[in-house]
């Protein structure tokens, strides 16, 4: 056992004093954060980042699943598509392939032993973080950009969320706990595993519908603004 990044499990009573000040992540968010001081959106990327790895959400998320769940969907659906935002060109792959490589990793880091190991050995942590946002960035990118069609766009965000959702649903319905990392600590904060899991798989399945939503009002109202000014 390497260890759990952001540390055991914390109680309850104890969770708003566990905030991570590790400094080797620090210093990459401020050299990020400087690269990117130009770009507002990226500025507020840099933002969600901290929130997910420095606040006591990382350590809370080392006791809940349902805590990591928020985590993942901040990374994938949140910080993601603000990176994406600064970039604003489209990739010449088109949305098809990021989509099928990012919905790939986001449902294999979800398979119990890839999720266990990870939790378990502090560079599988990081590889599933850097891939997860990666991938996602990617995908973002593919789908926000200025030039291709905005119906394909469209489409494949909301594939984006549906492969997520569906995620969601299997974890919601599961009859068992998937995930030994969580077999435990989640009974401190009073919930069984089962329940823990359950409220994860919730949370994939409605709530992280948000940003997606959001990305697809952005896109059509581009869209509108781009037929106006062409009618003009």
């Known amino acids: 056992m390497d260890g759990i990044y952001c540390g055991a499990p914390p109680l309850p ?31 507020l990327a840099v933002f969600v980042l901290v929130i997910a790895f420095v606040s006591p959400l990382c350590a809370l998320s080392s006791a809940l699943f349902s805590a990591r769940v ?6 994938v659906a949140v910080a993601a598509p603000l990176f994406a935002q600064g970039f604003r060109t489209r990739l010449r ?12 990793i986001l449902w294999a880091w979800h398979i119990p032993a890839a ?6 050995y502090i560079p ?5 973080q850097l891939t997860l946002l990666g991938s996602a960035v990617w995908f973002w990118r593919s789908v926000l950009g200025d030039t291709g069609s905005p119906v394909e766009s469209v489409l494949f965000i ?3 969320f549906a492969a997520m959702g569906m995620l969601g649903a299997i974890l919601t319905f599961a009859p068992a706990p998937l995930y030994a990392a969580h077999a435990v600590a989640p009974l401190s904060w009073g919930l069984t595993p089962l329940d823990d899991q359950r409220l994860g798989g919730l949370i994939m399945w409605v ?18 603004a781009r037929l106006s000014v062409g009618a003009a």
């Open 93 to 104: 792959t088109g949305p098809a392939l990021p989509f099928t490589v990012s919905t790939l």
């Open 207 to 224: 709530p992280a519908g948000i940003p997606y939503a959001i990305a697809t009002a952005v896109l059509v109202r581009r869209s509108w």
């Open 13 to 43: 009573g104890e969770i708003w004093t566990e905030w991570n000040f590790d400094p080797v992540l620090l210093v990459a968010l401020a050299a990020l954060g400087f690269v990117v001081r130009h770009d507002r959106w990226q500025l």
């Open 158 to 160: 909301i594939a984006g």
């Open 70 to 75: 928020v985590h993942h969907v901040l990374l």
């Open 124 to 128: 599988v942590y990081w590889l599933m």
């Open 115 to 120: 999720y266990d190991l990870a939790l378990s």
